[in-house]
Every structure is written in C-alpha cells, then in structure tokens.
C-alpha cells in the first residue's frame, strides 16, 4: 500500500475546490504518520474514543474532524480540539455542543447530517427537523457554534441513478437553506459528501469536502 501514492492520485482527481478528509478508522498511527509525512493533515474518525486517542499520540497540527454519530455525553472529549463535528443529528445535540464549545472558549464548527439513504440505518435529520432548529429560539442562542453547511450519506448501492438522485437532493436542500436561513452568512458553504465509492458522484453534484478512507489506505480490517 503506497500510501503517498494514493494521496496523489486522488489529488490530481479531485477539483482544487474540494477538500478532502482522510477517512482513518481502524488504521494504526504508523499509517496515518505515512499520510501525515506525504503532506495531509485532515484526518476524519467516526469513533470518539478513538478519535481522543488518535489526537492525543499525533501531532497537534493535524486537524481532526468527527464524521461518525455522536453522542452528547461524549462530546467533552473531543470539545477542546475537534476541528469540524460532520454529523451533528439533532439539536440536543447542537446545545451540548454549545455548551461544552463555552467551556473550552472556543467556537465548534459543525455540518447538520441531513438523512438522503433509504437504509434505515443511516443517521440524520430531515429536512423539516432542520429547518425547525434554525427557526428555534434556542438555536440564536447557541452562540459558540458555527454551522458551515450539511452532511450527508449517500445508500450503499451500485445503482449510480440513485446515489447521484440522493447527492442532488442534498446539494438542493443545502441552496434552499442557504437563500432561506443564511444569506448574510457566507461561512455556510460546505457540502460534505462523498466516499469512496462514490466521491465523483458527489463532487458532480457540487460536493465541497469528501470523506475518504478505503481509497488512501485499502480495506479495513474490523477485527
Ligand atoms: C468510513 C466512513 C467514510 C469513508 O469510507 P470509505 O468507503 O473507506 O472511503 C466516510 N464517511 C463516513 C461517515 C464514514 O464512517
């Protein structure tokens, strides 16, 4: 596995405007340094106990980011050095966040997770729970938060006419909120979607960071 190489090459794939979060789940800290030593620095990790121990060994300047489902009485360990929360699913949540984002005087960036899968598993607000959050009076309150913009996950399928359909939808919803609910706000400009598998779908549909593991450093081994 030519870790560097991979990086490259998926570089020279993808539009300067994209950026890329290296997907680095149940790899060891000896993979990520090759990654680290080829010039990247933003990591992703779906798990908080790992993530809190990844940032602990690495060094500071990467910029870590939570990609995974989050629960709120985690979110302490990751408050003080979390550089984007990807998979913020309900305004409880959005509130601890806030809350622990005080404590570590700091502001947290975050993406709403919007639902586009037809699996039932995948996590995520729709997108009248979105819109209910940013009209709630809590939400104005929340001032050491940031949202910068929506995530979502497409259905695990090779059928491409859905995956591009639920990619086109998120990108909708992310203009729709945009003209609606941040029109003085230009930090509102991402779109995280895209993996692997599917990373030029998203990217056509007007992705603005990708979140990729499997690509950069092969399978995963769960075990
Ligand atoms: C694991 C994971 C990815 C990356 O998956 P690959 O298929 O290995 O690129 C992206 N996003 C989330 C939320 C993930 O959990």
Known sequence: MDIAKNLEILKTDLPDS???????KTHPEDLI?????AGHKIM????????????????KDIQWHMIGHLQSNKVKYIAPFVSLIHSVDSAG?????N???????????????LRIAREETKYGLQYEDITAILQ???FHKLNNIKILG???MATFTDDTDIVREEFNYLAMCFWKLKGQYFTEKPYFCELSMGMSDDYKLAVEAGSTIVRIGSLIFGERNYK
């Open 93 to 97: 949540l959005l509130e601890t966040i």
């Open 44 to 59: 992703g990790e779906n798990k908080v106990q790992e993530l809190a121990g990844k940032y602990h060994n690495l060094p």
């Open 33 to 37: 340094m090759q990654l680290y030593h």
């Open 18 to 24: 994209v950026k890329l979060v290296a997907v680095t």
């Open 99 to 113: 809350k622990e984002a005080i404590k570590n005087n700091r502001v947290i960036d975050c993406l709403l997770q």
């Open 150 to 152: 929506l995530m979502g």
């Open 136 to 138: 709630s009076q809590l």
